[in-house]
């Protein structure tokens, strides 16, 4: 007979299952997109089966199965999903999916019965799933799936113009704020250049960090991806076709497309790191030594403004002048920011004037009560 600790696991990992199974079958019922709904109907079935394995093994240890019950956490989810509608839990469901995918990790039994897969495999859908906006899986979350609106160049206009803003705004700040404690314009301009370099550096080093932890992390996720494609194809093949119906395909039509693909042997990983991680195998979030050297050059480029009137220029005339640069590097910026939220370019522009101005204004009365307190 099993330790006492077995059985106690095999009655807690039930439980877990019967709640999961009592959650998707509810929200099954509400959902009004019927194709999304017979996704929920399979996961909630996978967990029922699962349930069954749990109970299978109490048995065999000779132990009391109780009734099935649902429990009060899982009741109150249910209650929220009638009363908001399903859309209110899913991101929770995916919460704690994601957060219980790896609980059979250690657990013999479990990695006979191929159960952390299934688990993994459901994480990953409902955390899909849980981008979703209304009811089903349309409008932006099914053109996110479909690899529309990515919007590579929008990104990197974006990434663009708040990496040159980041550099106006922090060293006009800076700038002011030295300027504020009556120093002469040699400090101030050493202040600002050393404060462009330092910043342009640290912008530099977090993009590679950034983005080279990004590439890990899916290089990481393909070698799962790619050993739970040997260990489990069938698992892999129904979560394809999950994936498919909730795209609006029928399930017969994305159950014969799933295996039309797991049959290419050659590319179906290609296929499954792209439709179940969103990743693009060719690319992984791009360079990190060309991130790093953009987001140098960008905030370099922003900082100039506010800096180099100082070069030109010295005393009030100097500060007038960075005022007057930044001000209109400020407004240019909030106007090229309407290129991506589609705002007016004044109100963007004026936007952005008044907060970067602002931010000046508060760091050149820090600087000027430091000065005043030190003289």
Known sequence: MPPRTDVARFRTNRQEEIDSAA?????????????????????AASEEAHVGFWEGKLRDAGARVPARRPSLRSRVIVWLSRRF???????????????????????????????????????RLLSTISHARGSGMEGGLLAR???????????????????????????LSLVMG?????????????????????????????????VQSARELAMRQIAIERDELLAAPEEEGQELSLIYQAKGLDREEA????????????????????????????????????????????????????VAPFIIFSGQAAVIGSLAA?????????????????????????????????????TFGIGRLIGVTVG
């Open 255 to 306: 159950d014969a497309l799933a295996a039309k693909l797991m049959g290419d042997r050659d590319n179906v990983l290609d296929t499954l790191t792209r439709e179940e991680l969103g990743l693009d195998p060719a690319e992984l979030g791009g360079s990190a030594w060309e991130a790093a050297v953009t987001s140098f050059f960008l905030f370099f480029a922003g900082a100039i403004a506010p």
């Open 23 to 43: 959650i998707y079958a509810a929200i099954a019922k509400m959902e009004t997109n019927e194709k999304l709904a017979e996704v929920y109907r399979r996961l």
């Open 85 to 123: 509608g399903s859309q209110s839990v899913i991101p929770m469901m995916a919460m704690k999916e994601q957060a219980g995918r790896h609980d059979y990790d250690d657990q013999p039994d479990a990695l006979a019965a191929n159960l952390p897969a299934v688990e993994s495999s459901h994480a």
């Open 145 to 171: 799936l479909e690899g529309r609106h990515r919007a590579v160049g929008g990104n990197a206009l974006r990434a663009a113009v708040l990496g040159a803003n980041d550099g106006l705004v922090s060293v």
């Open 326 to 362: 930044s001000g209109a590097a400020l407004f240019l910026t909030g106007a090229t920011i309407t290129l991506m939220t589609g705002r007016g370019v004044l109100f963007s522009g004026m936007r952005q004037l008044i907060i970067g101005l602002g931010a000046a204004a508060v």
């Open 178 to 210: 030295v300027a504020g404690a009556h120093s002469s314009n040699h400090a101030i301009l050493v202040a600002g250049l050393a404060g462009t370099l330092a910043g342009a550096c640290a912008m530099a080093m977090g993009e590679w960090l950034s």
